[in-house]
């Protein structure tokens, strides 16, 4: 009678909890995310934002991250009450970057510290039980999981890293090309040879991906419930109060926002504006930092766009905040970008885009919200965005309207929304 009445109560209790669950209760939620960091962008930033909003909606979530947030997440918390977040940092081996240089120095580094975050989470799960798993950073399709052996729903993603620069515009990289072309061969072409990410792929719930480039990846490796997710999301008071009204001037203003590296390209919307008619009267302002800025005006001078171009550096946020409400056209020539954090800005200012149509821009962007350049060749890069500059220039009712239909796609981007609809990819991979 005893075991009876117990195998009852069990009964009953697991039909409470389901119930529960489909009731939209809470869930406990692991997060993996090596890099979380409040008041931060790219990564870090991500980390923070999915972390506070999935808590926000009343879950439980436990976050493995490593020790360089600490200090950061430790001083918000003392000023924020976030009673349903749970801090669990995981020791990396950053010194190892003393020995290995460069990206393959951080990856170890990155590797390591998963094996240790997949130890502590055994030992979590014992404890907690969680409903589900979810890795969150790095993004990095390649970089894959341990955590799929703690043998509950688990989502992977969002990922990119499955984007490739097309080799026809090798020189925009300059002696960086080899690095790319091998990244490109291991990371993308021979990814299937990674026993962790087969294993994450093939034992993922589901596989968020950030571009077509790696859905197509993980398809070819046997992955499940596969889908597009977009990788950034911007918070409620990021935005104008009201869509900015922009007066039909004379002339146009450009903005290119981003890092100055070689996959940015910066260069190619520097021959593009060298190739608009010079009756148009246009003006790019360029805003960024990074390993080229030593670069930049070399490159004005080369390209005879002296009179046409003001590079203004690395700006403090509302400088930049400036720029796009003050701008008429927003420029993206990245060569490999998992979307780009900053076209979802530039939206967000009613900023109609011009970008490259590939990877996660070509997936996400809404065809009425600027323009895709088709990407075969430099020439044919740079003339066609040329062309696309000479349009808006012609066309300020145009703009307004692609304006207007960025703004309303990036409304749909809160971190508010992407909890949500979050919250709908776990329910969905309960095996209730």
Known sequence: MKMRACLYQRLFDFLKKTKDRRAGKAMKILLSAFACEPDRGSEPGFGWNCAIELARQGNEVWILTRPEGRRAIEERLSRESLPHLHFVIVDDF??????????????????????????????????????????????????GSWLWRLGKPMVFGPVGGGQTAPEAFKQYFGREWRQEAARSLFRCRMAAWNPVLRGTI???????????????????????????????????????????QRKADTSLKLLWVGRLMPRKALQIALEAVAKVNPEHPIKLCI???????????????????????EFHGQLPWEQVK????????????????????????????????IVLDHHGVRDFVP????????????????????????????????????????????????WESFGKKMEHVYREIQPW
């Open 367 to 414: 065809t009425t919200a600027g323009i895709k350049i088709p990407v075969t060749s430099p020439e044919q890069v740079t003339s066609d965005m040329a062309a696309a500059i000479e349009a808006l220039y012609r066309q300020p009712e145009e703009r307004a309207r692609m304006g207007c239909a960025g703004y309303d796609f990036a409304k749909e981007h809160t």
């Open 287 to 309: 805003v960024g930092g990074g390993q080229l800025e030593g670069q930049v005006q070399k490159w004005i001078q080369q390209y005879e766009v002296e009179d046409r171009v």
């Open 94 to 143: 950053p010194q190892i970057r003393k020995v290995i240089k460069g990206n393959s120095g951080y990856f170890v580094n990155y590797f390591y510290w998963q094996y240790q975050a997949y130890r502590t989470a055994k030992r979590l799960e014992k404890e907690v039980s969680f409903d589900i798993i979810h890795h969150i950073t790095l993004g990095s399709l390649q970089g």
């Open 322 to 353: 400036q720029h796009y409400l003050t701008s008429d056209v927003f420029l993206f020539t990245s060569l490999r970008d998992s979307f780009g954090a900053q076209v979802l800005e530039a939206m967000a200012y009613g900023l109609p885009v």
């Open 202 to 244: 093939r034992h993922a719930s589901a596989t968020l991906a950030t571009n077509q480039d790696t859905l197509a990846i993980a398809r070819r490796m046997g992955g499940k419930n596969l889908s597009l997710f977009l990788d950034t999301s911007l918070p409620h008071d990021f935005f104008p109060d009201n869509l900015p």
